[in-house]
C-alpha cells in the first residue's frame, strides 16, 4: 500500500468513527483553542493555523501569475475557503516542472499541500486531512450521499474525447446527469441538503468544467429536462468561495484540447 492509500484509509477509518479532535496534539502545527464542555472535560480544538498553509497548484496557461484549471486543486482551495483557513499558492507551471516541484511532488501532480511539516499529494488525502486537523465547520458528506454524482466526471470524459455520435457516451453521460437530478431534486439545493459539504466541493469543479468543455468542443449543454442539475450547478457557481478559486474559461479549454485531439 502507496503512503498515500496507507494515510487516507487511515484518515477514511478515522472519520467514519468519527473522530472530530486531533489525537496527537504534538502533530498539530495550530493553535489549541480549550473548551471546556458543560460536563466540565477540557478538549482541545484545532483552531486556525499560525501561518498560512501552502499548496501547491496549477497555474494558468494563458495569463502570468493566475491560477490555472485543474479541477483537484479547485477542489482543495475550496476546502480551504469553507473552512476559512489562510493558504499560500505556490503556481506550478505543469508544462516545464521547476525542480523544486519534482522534489516535494515526484509523481509531478497537482494539488500538493504543506501539512504537518510534510508535502502530502491528491485532493482526496489532503480534503480528509484537512477535516481532521480543522474540523469546524464540518464539511463531511454522509456517506450514505457521499457518491453522489461520482461518474459524472468520467463519462463527460468519455462523450468529450468520443469521435463517434452514435457510441453511447452521451446517453452514459446523460444517465448519469439524470440519477444526479433526482438525487438534488430529492436532498437538495446541495448534495446534503441545505449546506454544503465535502461532496460538492469535488463535484463542482468538475461540473464547471463539463460545462465549458462540453460548450465549446460539442456545442452541447445540460438539457432542460435535468432542471435541478442546472440549478445546482448555477447555486455552487455563485457561491463566493467558487467565484476566488475557479479557473478561467480560456485555460479550461486549453486545458482539455490535448485529450479532444487525442
Ligand atoms: N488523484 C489526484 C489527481 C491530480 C491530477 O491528476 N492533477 C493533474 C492536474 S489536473 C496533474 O497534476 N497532472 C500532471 C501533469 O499534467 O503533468 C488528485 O485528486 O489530486
Not at 494515510?7 to 479532535?21: I, M, Q, V
Not at 493566475?66 to 506550478?92: N, W
Not at 465549458?212 to 429536462?225: C, E, F, Q, R, V
Not at 457557481?237 to 486545458?255: M, N, P, Q, W, Y
Request: hydrophobic letters at 35%; a neutral charge; proline letters at 8%.
Amino acid at each position: 500500500m502507496s503512503t498515500a492509500s496507507a494515510l487516507s484509509s487511515s484518515l477514511k477509518h478515522h472519520l467514519a468513527f468519527g473522530l472530530r479532535f486531533p489525537q496527537n496534539h504534538a502533530l498539530c502545527r495550530c493553535n489549541a483553542a480549550r473548551l471546556t464542555t458543560s460536563r466540565s472535560f477540557t478538549v482541545a480544538m484545532a483552531a486556525t493555523p499560525t501561518s498560512p498553509l501552502e499548496v501547491c497548484v496549477k497555474a494558468s496557461v494563458t495569463t502570468p501569475n493566475k491560477l490555472g484549471d485543474c479541477p483537484f486543486c479547485q477542489r482543495v482551495l475550496l476546502t480551504l475557503e469553507e473552512k476559512h483557513l489562510p493558504y499560500d499558492m505556490k503556481l506550478v507551471d505543469l508544462g516545464n516542472k521547476p525542480e523544486w516541484f519534482l522534489q516535494i511532488s515526484p509523481e509531478g501532480k497537482v494539488p500538493v499541500a504543506k501539512l504537518d511539516e510534510k508535502w502530502v499529494p491528491d485532493s482526496d488525502v489532503i480534503t480528509q486531512s484537512l477535516e481532521e486537523k480543522y474540523p469546524d465547520p464540518p464539511l463531511v458528506t454522509p456517506p450514505e450521499k457521499a457518491s453522489a454524482g461520482s461518474k459524472i466526471f468520467s463519462t463527460f470524459i468519455g462523450f468529450l474525447k468520443s469521435k463517434d455520435p452514435s457510441d453511447g457516451t452521451e446517453q452514459a453521460l446523460l444517465n448519469e446527469l439524470s440519477l444526479f437530478n433526482d438525487h438534488i431534486k430529492e436532498n437538495g439545493p446541495f448534495i446534503n441538503g441545505e449546506k454544503v459539504s465535502a461532496a460538492d466541493l469535488s463535484l463542482g469543479p468538475k461540473l464547471f468544467h463539463l460545462e465549458i468543455a462540453l460548450g465549446h468542443y460539442k456545442n452541447w449543454s445540460i438539457p432542460d429536462t435535468l432542471p435541478y442539475v442546472k440549478s445546482y450547478m448555477k447555486t455552487l457557481f455563485s457561491l463566493e468561495s467558487f467565484i476566488k478559486t475557479r479557473a478561467s474559461t480560456d485555460d479550461v479549454i486549453a486545458g482539455w484540447r490535448p485529450k479532444v485531439m487525442g
